[in-house]
């Protein structure tokens, strides 16, 4: 059975076209959130099992990724998320294949009769959302597409919850969630594994290469130095945080991390309080 995402309103005209514009500060914004994203310890079982599910079925992926040009793993992504990887759903929204969808977009694929092939109804559901034409693929790229892709109603609605299609069962997301579209629930919580959590592991397995991820957990850590702690707390200081840049995740970057991303860095003692 699938589990079909609620979206916002007025997301997606029609359900379709992005509203949110890709800046370089939201470029920044992901590969923050990327650097300090660490999987939770009750969900890393299941997330576990989804990567090897979804590498299981990556020639299928990768058919799509010949013919359309979109990576393999932003599909395995949408259907994972759209339609729980149930081939015999659209990927549209994971309504079934054997009519055209329902739910928004509805009336889909337009041509052809159903059942349609899993095949068929990617193509048309990647088409419409011109994901073939997209040409930055790079980590952040591949985030604001894939957040786009259920709409950004967090972002623009609710923006103290990050969007559980990307973060859910990662520490950058607790609850809060639109339980049907248009219908927000403050308490509700993702029983999905967000897209973004879903290529941090199949990243650490080594099945993809994305963000620079070189190990387990969260790539930017308390006490960690470097070019990447540079790079984050320069992003914390467009959000007025005026950190020194000095490459050195210590306690006050840390704690910028907190007040803008809800979470001190991992270990940090701070975050067992």
């Given amino acids: 059975m699938s589990k079909h995402n609620d979206r916002a309103p007025t997301d997606h005209p029609h359900g379709l076209g992005l509203t949110t514009l ?46 359309l ?105 607790t609850r809060g969630k639109y339980i049907a579209d248009g219908q927000w629930s403050s308490s509700a919580v993702s029983e999905q594994c967000g897209a973004a959590v879903l290529l941090r592991r199949l990243a650490e397995r080594g099945t993809i290469a994305l963000g620079g991820l070189a190990s387990v957990g969260p790539l930017l850590r308390f006490g960690t130095a470097g070019d990447a702690a540079s790079e984050l707390q320069e992003f914390l200081n467009t959000l007025g945080f005026a950190l020194r840049v000095d490459g050195q995740a210590g306690p006050r970057t840390s704690a910028a991390v907190q007040a803008a991303l809800g979470h001190y860095l991992v270990g940090d003692l701070r975050a067992d309080d």
């Fill in 69 to 173: 040009g979109v990576p393999w793993f932003v599909v395995a992504a949408i259907h994972h998320l759209e339609a729980s990887g149930d081939f015999t759903r659209h990927l549209h929204n994971g309504d079934s294949l054997t009519t055209r969808t329902v739910h928004v977009p509805s009336g889909r694929p337009p041509t052809g009769s159903p059942p349609f092939t899993w095949e068929a109804s990617a193509a048309d559901a990647l088409r419409i959302r011109a994901l073939p034409t997209w040409t930055d693929w790079s980590l952040a790229g591949v985030l604001y597409q894939l957040e786009g892709y259920n709409g950004f109603g967090y972002r623009n609605h609710h923006p103290e919850v990050r969007t559980p299609y990307l973060w859910s069962f990662s520490t950058h997301y």
């Fill in 22 to 67: 890709f800046t370089a500060a939201l470029r920044a914004e992901y590969e923050a959130l990327w650097r300090t994203c660490a999987i939770s310890d009750q969900h890393r079982d299941a997330v576990d099992a989804l990567a090897v599910a979804v590498e299981r079925s990556l020639a299928r992926y990768a058919a799509v990724e010949a013919a």
